[in-house]
């Protein structure tokens, strides 16, 4: 999509439909009476009152007579009959002014941007800031304010902006149609650009601002479309292998590091909690690790056979290193352990985890964020970043692992497993133990890993444990700064209890009390003293509706997130982690 950031007044920019946002009506302050306050309206924006001007008071007479009352993402079309530059005029309700938020702003352009295709229409024109304030509300300055706290420089105004309604706008307009064969009329309807007007004189910024926002948010929307695409994918063709190939491929292209071990490398290494899950799978096992940032140093004979690609020497002094893990099962049956066959073609966006993970490394790649001083293009990644994503396939078969079974992970600890449809810890395990061979200072592992999670917190926020709470913290505010919010629940030691075992180190489940708990609690098992957080997006990472710029299916969750904590990122301070 081409994306034009210029300075401009909407009302003289000739297009084919220009998009004016209006808050909600409220009644005025100081009409004691409802007699007082009938019939009588807000003030409209300068802008707003041009258009209405122009077009004699059709949009005081529209609000007045209650056809468009400026809720939230409500939409209402205006003709200009040639009085104006703009053939048709969309406006667009922002809700109430005092709720105003960042993410509001993104929905309205994701509505704005379905609206516009709904019409048939290939471009659209708006400004980057519809009407006055912005963010306002006490939610929203708590949300910026907690942010602040952790992360300096903060960019306010216009990129923060055109930011978020380059965002809205790519994401609303996402759809999945590789396997379909539309329509003729269907095929047309696609919008292929979007201009944003910038007013000369605007106190929260210029032209540059602007333009630096609305590209970070076209790099950051394709990304998280990108990882749409790779969930939505059939499990017959986003198997391990093919996930591997397109690791490498974006190496390729982005000027990363990648390398996969394979079944036999990961034999040799002990990595027998990935294997047991892909022994009942034709579909062999891939482990991907991909690395943004400075290279190891290598001997003449290069690294040992299943070597991590960089050692801590590999992180520029000053520099902390972070890896994402991302859980990658590409079909989940359940296994032996059978689930129910209602919705059980949902289980391909099991691999939701890696895709995120693919996905945020696709935007930090196009963005090359520098920690450089402020005005230097050159200098180095904010972080040396790893990518660890362990992926194979959960099927029945009879070469398949068996409840009862008794393997030994890469941590030298015994598992027993008690449920094979409780995969995607057994993958991860290998993974986080994997991780200390880079003596990492922070992990982040994602994964779609249980319904005890989609249960707690439904759709709306991503489950999150850990040991340091400074990561948790960075997290948190990242979420809020995105709109992928994420709730912490407790990992306290009393449910380590669940997941012992009577015949080996631990269970592979601790039973259905507090099962996304436990869960982690099998995780931090496999942790060697670094800081670790454990985000649970199997709510987060499937809409089963549509939202203003969340189709149904694959929502790409995690990667803004990832992206905005990433971007910014400061040196972990030392601290010791719980065990």
Known sequence: MKITVKYGSLIKEPSEIAVLGLFEYAPIKGAATMKAQKGRLRPLSPIAKAFDKAL?????????????KGKLNSTFLLPTYDKLPQRRLLLVGLGKEEDFTIDRLRQVAGTSAKYVKWLGLKRFTSTILPTRTLG??????????????????????????????VEGTILGLYRFQRFKHPEPEEKEK?????????????????????RQGARKGQIVSEAVCFARDLVNLPSNEATPRMLANTARAMARELGLRVRVLEKGEMKRLGMNGILTVAKGSAQEPQFIILEYGRRLRRTSRGPSEGQALLSSSGATEGQDTVILVGKGVTFDSGGISLK???DMDRMKYDMAGAATILGAFRALARLRPSSAPSGRRMGRPP??????????????????????????????????IISTDAEG????????SYAQRYKPQAVVDLATLTGACVVALGSVAMGMMGTSEELKNRLRAAGEAVWERVWELPLWEEYGEQIKSEIADLKNTGGKEAGAITAASFLSKFIDGYPWAHLDIAGTAWAEKEGPYVTKGATGAGVRLLVEMLTRWERLPVEKAKK
Request: hydrophobic share 40%.
């Open 56 to 68: 004699g008071g059709i949009i005081t007479k529209t609000l007045k007579s209650g056809d468009f």
């Open 425 to 432: 810890r057994m993958l991860l395990a290998d993974a986080l």
């Open 190 to 210: 696609e919008v292929k650009e979007l201009t944003l007007l910038v007013e000369k004189g605007s106190a929260l910024g210029g032209l540059e601002e602007a």
């Open 383 to 416: 972080v040396h970043l790893v990518g660890l994503l362990p992926c194979a396939e959960n099927m029945p078969s009879s070469t398949a692992s068996k409840p009862g079974d008794i393997i030994t992970c890469l941590g030298k600890k015994t598992v027993e």
């Open 340 to 342: 129910p066959s209602a």
């Open 136 to 165: 306002t509300s006490k939610e929203e300055k708590t949300r910026r304010d907690r942010f602040l706290n952790l992360s300096v420089d903060r960019p306010e105004g216009l990129s923060l902006q055109a930011q978020a309604m």
